[in-house]
């Protein structure tokens, strides 16, 4: 396990105290689905979203693996399951993907403002007819002069109602495959892009989600990430991130909810006896705790090698696997050790119990997982 230095350390407890003050009303925000402005401009206000990026765009310079540690302590303090996952969107699928990719225009254009919080950001990647299946897209992009003319819609776009600057993939050549896609930066108010009504969802209530319409919705060619023809090196990038940096906030409301549970199953007694004497109880929270540090090691362990440019396919989808799996057996576990309380909505484990459920969907679901292993061992 990794040796966090002081430096490290003070950077995460410098920011604790946030942390739960970012989940102030959650049960408010899950409830109305509304997505919780007051607490993302306490976010902002942190500093926390300008953990990975270049001083030079007002960010902190900090690694991918101190970003991991930092935002593992958010899991564990914020109770806004929501208000995580639209925190690492928008630091990830946006700003990751300019900072790496972007050219020098667009990053001194945009990163201030994805580094302040005050524009917000989002990727467009899924498709009604597709799903997990990118490389089915419709979504095309055909040069036009200086610009790229954008047509066909887009669905389960996180942050896209409140979003200002959109990550969007579109295939700019049908024929070629995979270089066939390009990554384009889409401001809200461009022409021909219409923003789709929130979509009501299971879990992550607070994280809005919609579908996005491009009706020769015409982007200019400076606003191209990265290179034409390489929208699928951008997304491999911004996948790996993303699925570090959220299953990682995960583990954190993992290591909160076993907290939680232990301290719980210590209190509550029946038949004469804590609930925590009582095996089946036990056994519950011993599997909850070996989870968490499977999940925790395999998604710090994959970030090392990506951090020194290993090949991660395999490990990416098996920390994947693992985490999503871990976050969802911890959630139910959780509300079955609580019983009847853990079933009502005031102590909160229902609602992340349907947030963990997400985890097996989004980033390519549990199948897909399962699939690109199958397929890196021969079969």
């Given at each position: 396990?990794i040796?966090w230095?002081?430096?490290?350390?003070?950077l995460?407890?410098?920011?604790?105290?946030?942390?739960?003050?970012?989940g102030?009303?959650?049960?408010?925000?899950?409830?109305?689905?509304e997505?919780?402005?007051?607490?993302?401009?306490?976010?902002?206000r942190?500093?926390?979203?300008?953990?990975?990026?270049?001083?030079e765009?007002?960010?902190?310079?900090?690694?991918?693996?101190?970003?991991?540690?930092?935002?593992e302590?958010l899991?564990?303090?914020c109770?806004?399951?929501?208000?995580?996952?639209?925190?690492?969107?928008?630091?990830?699928s946006?700003?990751?993907?300019l900072?790496?990719f972007?050219?020098a225009?667009?990053?001194?254009r945009?990163?201030?403002?994805?580094?302040?919080?005050?524009?917000?950001?989002?990727?467009?990647?899924?498709?009604?007819?597709?799903?997990s299946?990118?490389?089915?897209?419709?979504t095309?992009?055909v040069?036009?002069?200086?610009?790229?003319?954008?047509n066909?819609?887009?669905?389960?776009v996180?942050?896209?109602?409140?979003?200002?600057?959109?990550?969007?993939?579109?295939?700019?050549?049908?024929?070629?495959?995979?270089?066939?896609?390009?990554?384009?930066?889409?401001?809200?108010?461009?022409?021909?892009?219409?923003?789709?009504?929130?979509?009501?969802?299971?879990?992550?209530?607070?994280?809005?989600?919609?579908?996005?319409?491009?009706?020769?919705?015409?982007?200019?060619?400076?606003?191209?990430?990265?290179?034409?023809?390489?929208?699928?090196?951008?997304?491999?990038?911004?996948?790996?991130?993303?699925i570090?940096?959220?299953f990682?906030v995960?583990?954190?409301?993992?290591?909160?909810?076993?907290?939680?549970?232990i301290?719980?199953?210590?209190?509550?007694?029946?038949?004469?006896?804590?609930?925590?004497?009582?095996?089946?109880?036990?056994?519950r929270?011993?599997d909850?705790?070996i989870?968490?540090?499977?999940?925790?090691?395999?998604l710090?362990?994959?970030?090392?090698?990506v951090?020194?440019?290993?090949?991660?396919?395999?490990?990416?989808?098996?920390?994947?696997?693992?985490?999503?799996?871990?976050?969802?057996?911890?959630?139910?576990?959780?509300v079955?050790?609580?019983?009847?309380?853990?079933?009502?909505?005031?102590?909160?484990?229902?609602?992340?119990?349907?947030?963990?459920v997400?985890?097996?969907?989004?980033?390519g679901?549990?199948?897909v997982?399962?699939?690109?292993?199958?397929?890196?061992l021969?079969?």
């Open positions: 396990m040796e230095s002081s430096d490290q350390r003070d995460r407890d410098g920011l604790t105290p946030w942390f739960e003050k970012f102030d009303d959650h049960f408010r925000y899950d409830k109305q689905a997505f919780p402005r007051v607490p993302w401009d306490a976010v902002a942190s500093g926390l979203l300008r953990l990975p990026f270049g001083e765009w007002g960010g902190l310079g900090q690694s991918l693996l101190t970003t991991m540690y930092v935002l302590g899991g564990h303090g109770r806004n399951g929501g208000l995580n996952f639209s925190v690492t969107t928008h630091m990830v946006t700003g990751v993907s900072q790496r972007g050219s225009e667009l990053k001194r945009h990163l201030p403002g994805v580094c302040e919080g005050t524009t917000i950001g989002a990727h467009a990647i899924s498709e009604p007819g597709s799903g299946d990118a490389m089915n897209m419709r095309t992009a040069a036009d002069g200086d610009h790229f003319v954008l066909g819609s887009k669905t389960f996180s942050n896209g109602p409140v979003a200002d600057l959109i990550v969007v993939y579109a295939k700019t050549d049908p024929t070629a495959g995979p270089l066939g896609v390009t990554a384009f930066l889409v401001e809200r108010d461009t022409p021909g892009l219409t923003v789709g009504n929130p979509i009501e969802k299971m879990g992550l209530k607070a994280s809005p989600l919609c579908e996005l319409y491009f009706d020769d919705c015409r982007v200019p060619k400076a606003n191209v990430i990265g290179r034409v023809g390489t929208g699928f090196l951008v997304l491999d990038h911004v996948m790996k991130w993303e570090l940096c959220s990682i995960g583990t954190g409301e993992m290591q909160r909810r076993l907290e939680s549970c301290a719980y199953a210590g209190e509550r007694t029946a038949f004469g006896q804590p609930i925590g004497g009582f095996q089946s109880v036990a056994n929270i011993v909850m705790k989870g968490l540090e499977t999940s925790r090691k395999w710090y362990d994959t970030a090392q090698k951090t020194t440019g290993q090949k991660v396919t395999v490990d990416l989808a098996t920390a994947k696997l693992i985490a999503s799996r871990a976050a969802l057996e911890s959630a139910l576990s959780a079955q050790i609580f019983g009847g309380n853990g079933y009502m909505a005031e102590y909160g484990l229902e609602q992340e119990l349907r947030g963990a997400a985890g097996t969907i989004y980033s679901t549990t199948e997982q399962y699939s690109r292993i199958a397929s890196m021969g079969l």
